[in-house]
């Protein structure tokens, strides 16, 4: 069974760095992506990053391309999103999700079976 935990979040002002982790166990070769999505109140979930747990590939939204980083490290089962430059509008829970996914369908929140229960990013001005 696939179990997602997200860490990492909390309270920041604008232009400060945050990493948020998320522990992935139950994890197949099934399970080829892994991203990181996020909520604000009132909007849907919008894509942030993604990446190949096996080979490495990422992805980024447009929102934070250039800003975020994500990362992963295969022995400890975690994935890992450098966010710096925070902007108020970053302002949102962040989920990770994971499913059986093909790299057309990593932007669409409603490809993926699996997330795990979020973390608040919360960036004052």
């Known amino acids: 069974q696939v179990q997602l935990v997200e860490t990492g979040g909390g309270l920041v002002q604008a232009g400060d760095s945050l990493t948020l982790s998320c522990l992935a166990t139950g994890i197949s070769r099934d399970h080829r992506w892994l991203s990181w999505f996020r909520q604000a109140p009132g909007a849907d979930r919008e894509f942030v990053a993604a990446i190949g747990w096996y080979d490495g590939r990422t992805y980024y939204g447009d929102s934070v391309k250039g800003r975020f980083t994500i990362s992963r490290d295969k022995p400890k089962n975690t994935m890992y999103l450098q966010m710096n430059s925070l902007k108020p509008e970053d302002t949102a829970v962040y989920y990770c999700?994971?499913?059986?996914?093909?790299?057309?369908?990593?932007?669409?929140?409603?490809?993926?079976?699996?997330w795990g229960q979020g973390t608040q990013v919360t960036v004052s001005s």
């Open positions: 999700g994971t499913g059986r996914l093909i790299l057309s369908s990593l932007r669409s929140a409603a490809n993926y079976n699996y």
